[in-house]
C-alpha cells in the first residue's frame, strides 16, 4: 500500500508542477501537460499515460491505484484463478518495459514481441487493451479497436478463438480481466462471454457435422490450369460403383452458405445437389471453368 501511495503522490507532484508550469487547466491540456512533463524531467514512465488520446481525471487515477501485483484466487472447484484490472491492463501499453495485449478477456505479456507490439511495431494499436474484434474485421481504427464482438459469425469467433490460442502458445499469460467486456467487477463471466461460448460451440458442431458428411460424401478430384481451365471428377468407389460430381450447397445454422464438390453414387438431383453447367447426369467428369484454350 505505501508503494502505491508513493507513486500516487508523484503522480499528483507533477500534475501540479505541470499545470503551474504550463499554465492551463483544461483536461486536455493536463493530460498534454504530464506526458511531456514527465518526458522532461524523468519523474514517473510513460507508461503510466500513455493512451489513445486524453484521458479523463478517474481514468488516470484508476491506473495510479491499480494495484501492480496479479491477484489470484480460487473458483468453485477449487482451481487457481489469475486477475488482473481492465485499467492496469491499459497501463501496460506500448511504451511500458512490460507490454500486455488482451483477447476475449486475457491477458498476455508480449514484452518480448515489442518489435510488434512497441511503439512503432506493426501492431502496436494492440497494446493495452483488448481489442478481440479487430483480429477478424481488420479495422484497426479507434472504432474497431474494440472487444465487442456482437454480430460475428460463428466462423469469426473460432477465428478469434485461433489467435487467442497462439497467444497462449506464444506468450506469458498474465491473468483474465477483470472489468473487461468478457469478465464483469466480481470476475463473473459477461453475456458477450457466454454469447462468444455459444457461438464457437455452435461452429464445433457444424464442423463435426461437415466432417461427417464429407465422410460420407468424399470431395472431388479437382484441377485447373490457365491453358484447359478447371475439371472435377469422381473416382469409382472402393466397391467399383460410379459415383458422381454434384455441386453442394450447405446452409449453418448461423445462416452462412458454403459449396463444394462432392461425390454421390446417386444420380438424383435438388436444389442442393446441382449437376454442374454443361454437364450430363451420368458424367463422372465436368468441366467447371473454361481456359485461355476455349476463347481462341
Not at 500486455?100 to 512503432?120: C, K, N, P, Q
Request: hydrophobic fraction near 40%; aromatic fraction near 10%.
Amino acid at each position: 500500500m505505501s508503494r502505491r501511495r508513493a507513486i500516487a503522490a508523484a503522480v499528483l507532484a507533477v500534475v501540479v508542477a505541470c499545470v503551474a508550469r504550463d499554465g492551463d487547466g483544461s483536461l486536455g491540456a493536463v493530460a498534454g501537460a504530464m506526458g511531456a512533463c514527465a518526458r522532461r524531467d524523468g519523474v514517473v514512465s510513460m507508461a503510466w499515460f500513455r493512451w489513445r488520446g486524453y484521458v479523463r481525471v478517474d481514468e488516470l487515477a484508476a491506473r495510479v491505484e491499480a494495484r501492480a501485483e496479479v491477484e489470484t484466487e480460487e473458483d468453485g472447484d477449487g482451481a487457481r484463478m489469475r486477475w488482473v484490472s481492465s485499467a492496469l491492463t491499459r497501463a501496460c501499453a506500448t511504451r511500458a518495459p512490460t507490454i500486455w495485449l488482451g483477447i476475449l478477456g486475457e491477458a498476455f505479456d508480449v514484452s518480448r514481441g515489442r518489435e510488434h507490439y512497441g511503439v512503432g511495431g506493426g501492431y502496436e494499436f494492440f497494446a493495452g487493451r483488448d481489442a478481440s474484434r479487430a483480429f477478424v474485421s481488420g479495422n484497426f481504427t479507434e472504432d474497431g479497436l474494440v472487444a465487442d464482438i456482437t454480430g460475428l459469425s460463428p466462423g469469426n469467433l473460432e477465428s478469434i478463438r485461433g489467435w487467442r490460442n497462439f497467444m497462449r502458445e506464444k506468450y506469458a499469460f498474465v491473468g483474465y480481466i477483470r472489468g473487461g467486456a468478457f469478465y464483469d467487477e466480481r470476475g463473473e463471466p459477461t453475456a458477450m462471454k457466454h454469447a462468444f461460448d455459444a457461438g464457437v460451440a455452435l461452429y464445433d458442431v457444424e464442423k463435426a457435422r461437415a466432417l461427417e458428411r464429407r465422410t460420407m460424401y468424399e470431395d472431388c478430384s479437382s484441377v485447373w490450369n490457365e491453358r484447359d481451365g478447371g475439371f472435377v471428377w469422381c473416382s469409382p468407389a472402393e466397391d467399383g460403383a460410379e459415383r458422381y460430381p454434384r455441386n453442394e450447397t450447405t446452409v449453418s445454422a448461423s445462416g452462412e452458405h458454403s459449396s463444394r464438390c462432392a461425390c454421390f453414387r446417386e444420380l438424383g438431383v435438388s436444389d442442393v445437389r446441382r449437376v454442374y453447367s454443361g454437364c450430363a447426369l451420368t458424367d463422372t467428369r465436368c468441366q467447371t471453368s473454361t481456359g485461355s484454350m476455349s476463347s481462341e
